[in-house]
T-cell receptor, first 116, second 113 residues
Framework: DAGVIQSPRHEVTEMGQEVTLRCKPISGHDYLFWYRQTMMRGLELLIYFNNNVPIDDSGMPEDRFSAKMPNASFSTLKIQPSEPRDSAVYFC??????????????FGPGTRLTVL | DAKTTQPTSMDCAEGRAANLPCNHSTISGNEYVYWYRQIHSQGPQYIIHGLKNNETNEMASLIITEDRKSSTLILPHATLRDTAVYYCIVRASYGGSQGNLIFGKGTKLSVKP
């Protein structure tokens, strides 16, 4: 299995531009998570989906952030317009929740976003 | 979720056992102890989890005290590649649903030659 795939691995953009981060979860996993990691705030959950439906988006910092999961094998996190304070590493993770078992989240390699 | 307390950093000699402690004094009966680690510039990696019994897998062992208020992650023969930040997380798990992973600051383990 290829694991969770994220693209791009690095993104440098200018303030005000739209940024789209992409994630392909592990095949068969029905939960997908987006996290953000900064030095100041550490690793924090932004949003997660179950069977392509957003379940909890309380971690999304503001309306400039949006996430979609059009099908079981693809998700996007979009920032529009981007700001320098959005600079961070964004991780996608997926898991398979089996009734009666605890889940394990598998993380992708992350996208390092720099907004100038 | 219950809060956890971990030392900020630890050193370990290569080839020796690394014992990483975690306090979770307010843990509830239905909460599990999870350990993840993050090697520099990589995504977090699951290591092991447990409820009340000690657990062992190919990566590590998890020792949970009888009162469940603390635990220790043991890497039996640490290598340089085990240098990472180790996160102890307490969360509830329910069949078929999810509990958020809340990452604290973790313990930075440095394995030295």
């Amino acid at each position: 299995d290829a694991g969770v795939i994220q693209s791009p691995r690095h993104e440098v953009t200018e303030m005000g531009q739209e940024v789209t981060l992409r994630c392909k979860p592990i095949s068969g996993h029905d939960y997908l998570f987006w996290y953000r990691q900064t030095m100041m705030r550490g690793l924090e959950l932004l949003i997660y989906f179950n069977n392509n439906v957003p379940i909890d988006d309380s971690g999304m910092p503001e309306d400039r952030f949006s996430a979609k999961m059009p099908n079981a094998s693809f998700s996007t996190l979009k920032i529009q317009p981007s700001e320098p304070r959005d600079s961070a590493v964004y991780f996608c993770a997926s898991s398979l929740a089996s009734p009666g078992y605890t889940d394990t989240q598998y993380f992708g390699p992350g996208t390092r976003l720099t907004v100038l | 979720d219950a809060k956890t307390t971990q030392p900020t950093s630890m050193d370990c000699a290569e080839g020796r056992a690394a014992n990483l402690p975690c306090n979770h004094s307010t843990i509830s009966g239905n909460e599990y102890v999870y350990w993840y680690r993050q090697i520099h510039s990589q995504g977090p990696q699951y290591i092991i989890h447990g409820l009340k019994n000690n657990e062992t897998n190919e990566m590590a062992s998890l020792i949970i005290t009888e009162d469940r208020k603390s635990s220790t992650l043991i890497l039996p023969h640490a290598t340089l590649r085990d240098t990472a930040v180790y996160y102890c997380i307490v969360r509830a798990s329910y069949g078929g649903s999810q509990g958020n992973l809340i990452f604290g600051k973790g313990t930075k383990l440095s394995v030295k030659p």
